[in-house]
């Protein structure tokens, strides 16, 4: 089974986000990156899956040099290799058609992706690339078992959730349940160093869209206070001032 | 040229988030000087079709098969690419729902059409095409211009407002091509609370955290839920524990929504947290410390312990809603 797993380089989630003062760049200074949280989740499922030699695992980031400390830890957590595509990640279409591209030269039998990354929370790459390859997706998958060449899988859907079962190749994005995040040991970490990381350069893509802009939520006036036993005034409270109820 | 809307429906019926895409699918056909042609895949009878031109659809197209009676991303995402090349459109509009932003990314492809995912407001048409989405998981907004041609957009619900604008409107058939290769998923077996609101479209949602102390004193937490007509949320703890299952957490890495009011119970309100609700219209913080970060980020902050003051907001809620009816 050859599984690859797909990497986003995000900030911390804890990160303050700041952007110049033009409002036109994220200010990546001093900030913490690390893998995006549920692309960890996809490599968690993904060396389960392939433990005690039943496949491999490599692990593709879209990003200049910067990204290469992720990726390690992408080694480090315990996928075989890794592929750094040698670009500034510009849109999902742009990411998307750099992961179809190394796809076709590979035959991966399984394709997982975070459900979203926590920066652009687009959750249109895994789609993008299913529909580059001409597979099925699954997006917002929350369990992924297989069985031979064939998967069984369970995906959220607005207010329950769906079975649906696929064969070989296909893409998801991985979502809570899956699998529990892996913490690399010092064994992961200490192999990571020597583990084939291999950087190739991008395929051309059009460019469909772009950020002009960022902007941050407005932040609310002030709190208003209510005294506990005035507790039940609540609701008529809002009403009065808010109308939404 | 026209704007074509993908109707998403659940067993036949249209729920009040489609109407509101529709009435944002007309504001925008208005803005490019253009028609609304709404597409519904399904089994959706004639007079729930014919509810779309109250809010602006003057084209309903309908396409049925009997392969197509379930949501399959695949499929769909072909015939709504067909319907927008026959109907010439420039710009496909869906919800944000999870098979919308996945069946978007797929028609975006085939188009070779921009994207602009999770859309909170109109478009900015007057320099171009920009629209303004979601980004940094609720900690920021982006404006992306769209430059494509063709162009794809999914809006989150609750963004926009249902606004009647009737118009005449015909129901026509859409005849789909289908492709076997389109159907390489089959879907076994579909899971809906039938009786709980979805949390994603839910203009009220009811919220608790690490405060209430184990699952077993949730029942409070549903009862003023039910009582408000409210979705029920939790924080990643919580979630994490198991106490609650994930399809309810809140926040960060679980699904950001945008109610129109949020009661955020024994919640402290971790940055991660606050990410995932912060374009809630109002916020309610009820908690036993007063140090609780989440009091900056409320609206209305009670202080007090939950097991205390979620009685009191039962009580008064039945009141309130007695006193509507």
Known sequence: MKILVCISHVPDTTAKIIFTPDNKEFVSQGVTFIINPYDEIALARAIELTDGGKGTVTAINIGDISTEPTIRKALAIGATDAIRVNAAPRDGYFVAAQIAQIAKQNNYDIILCGRESSDHNGASVPSMIAEMLGVPAISSAKKLDVEGTNANLEREIEGGKEMVSTSFPFVAGASEGMAEPKIPNMRGIMSARTKPLTVVEPVDAPELSKIVSYDKPVSRSSVKMIAQEDAGKLWDMIREEKKII | ?325
């Open chain 2, 1 to 325: 040229m026209s704007v074509l809307v993908y109707v998403e429906n659940v067993e036949g019926r249209f729920k009040k988030s489609t109407f509101e895409l529709v009435s944002y699918g007309f504001a925008v056909a208005q803005k490019l000087g253009s028609s609304l042609t709404a597409l519904s895949i399904g089994e959706v009878g004639s007079d729930e079709l014919q509810k779309l031109s109250l809010y602006g659809a003057s084209k309903i197209l309908q396409a049925k098969n009997e392969k197509l009676k379930t949501v399959n991303v695949q499929p769909y995402a072909s015939v709504i690419a067909d319907a927008a090349k026959a109907e010439g459109a420039k710009l496909v509009v869906m919800s944000a729902s999870f098979s919308g932003k996945g069946i978007a990314a797929r028609v975006a492809v085939k188009l070779n059409a921009g994207l602009g995912e999770n859309v909170v407001d109109l478009p900015d048409t007057s320099n171009g095409f920009v629209v303004k989405k979601g980004a940094y998981s609720g900690k920021a907004f982006a404006m992306v211009q769209i430059t494509s041609d063709v162009k794809v957009i999914s809006v989150v619900s609750n963004s926009y407002k249902v606004i009647e604008n009737k118009v005449d409107g015909s129901v026509q058939p859409f005849e789909p091509q289908l492709n076997d290769n389109d159907f390489r998923l089959t879907v076994k077996e579909t899971i809906r609370a039938s009786d709980k609101i979805s949390l994603p479209d839910a203009e009220l949602v009811v919220s608790a955290g690490r405060g209430m102390k184990g699952p077993e004193n949730w029942g409070m937490i549903e009862e003023l839920a039910n009582v408000l007509g409210a979705a029920t949320a939790c924080s990643k703890p919580v979630s994490d524990a198991g106490w609650r299952p994930h399809s309810e957490h809140v926040g960060q890495t679980g699904i950001a929504i945008s109610p129109n009011l949020y009661v955020a119970i024994g919640i402290s309100g971790a940055i991660q947290h606050l990410a995932g609700v912060s374009s809630s219209k109002v916020i309610v913080v009820v908690n036993k410390d007063v140090e609780a970060p989440f009091f900056k980020a409320a609206d209305y902050g009670i202080v007090g312990d939950a097991f205390e003051v979620v009685p009191v907001l039962i009580e008064a809620a039945k009141k309130f809603r007695a006193g509507q009816n």
